[in-house]
């Protein structure tokens, strides 16, 4: 059932509050944002809602200020981006409640915007308090969810609010869900997911719920060292989860019951220290040395995977090859993104933050069909997870 969204209502003249996640990266030390990236995110919706002559009043957190004021976590700056990039300007207001706000709010003329302060100045929004909530919920007639990154978290502005106002899905939040979730329950087949990152741990919970809807499993990153060292191979110092040795073999185990063709890599890229300018060597997976770290996928792992991959008619990702934060060893995650930027006719969704952070770099995220902004509300998706916010929304009423 698919969850009702701001196309299903009529916005003409109401007072509409958007949750946006606009908690944008900035250069470490200053005010300049250096990557726009969510708060281009939130442009449709906005420029939906004006079209329609809607009084927006955008709402969102930044940062973690735990409760309190703190100046650097301000929203101005995103303010005047959001200016620049609408072309008009917008109210800003310090505050999120109050009387300056309430008048601020009833002077918005049709299609103007108006941006709240952060919302995590106040402690009451983390703590999904209902009052807080209310606060907020005065200032509108209808409740905007644009904030899929943010919908895993029970907060006020995602989760209480929607008992005080009416709520509907911006139009990136249906974006997400429509390609999430069409991956997960109708996928074209046969389907492939690409594991990687750091930690078995951190994505375990992802690989059980892929188990049972993928043909193909590729398995990389620094998580491949714990498979491995379960099978019994030497993985040198490469850190490995000894207590999820267990269920990497059960995984295994359900993958080879279930008929899926599992790739794990056959050679890696390792070096004798973790950092980005070591000497490194491509060596077979059974010739890891003691003092060894794995650091990327290796050449014949890359073809292999490749071939793979060019039998998949939907494809999703999450996690990074190697250690793709030092040049050298982005080889494995470049490879694998340019395989699924030439892959014909094949859906391509990726998930996770700092996957979406490798592609950008590499200035493929425009090749993939979908790369979720969502990072760990996404995982949490991808868990096949209930997210607070994402359940709050009601699903389209058919007829
Ligand atoms: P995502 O945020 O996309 O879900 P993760 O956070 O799980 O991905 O994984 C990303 C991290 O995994 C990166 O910081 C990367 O350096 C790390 N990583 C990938 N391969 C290795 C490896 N072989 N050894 C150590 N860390 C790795
Ligand atoms: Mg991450």
Redesign the pocket.
Known sequence: MKKKTVRDIDVANKRVLLRADLNVPFAPGTATISDDSRIQAILPTIRYLKKRGARIILCSHLGRPGGTVVKEMRLAPVAVRLEELIGEPIVYVRNFEGPIVRDLVSELEPGEVLLLENLRFDSREEQNDPEFAQSLASLAEVFVNDAFGVSHRAHASIHAITRYLPVVAGLQMERELKMLSSTLENPASPMGAIM????VS??IDVLKNLLHRVNLLFI???M??TFFKAKGYEMGR??VETERMELALDILRDAEAQNIAVFLPSDLVVTHEFSADAPYEILPVDQVPEDG????IGPATIESFRLGLHDCHTVLW????????FKPFTVGTQAIAETLADLNGAITVV????????LEELGLTTSMNHVSMG?GAA?EFLEGRDLPGVAAIPDKVSL
């Open positions: 990687g990152g750091a930690k951190d994505k990389g990153g620094g491949a060292a490469s850190p770290y794995v650091m990327d999450n996690g990074p090859m190697g250690v793709f934060e998930g996770g933050g700092s996957t979406a952070e490798a990072g995982l």
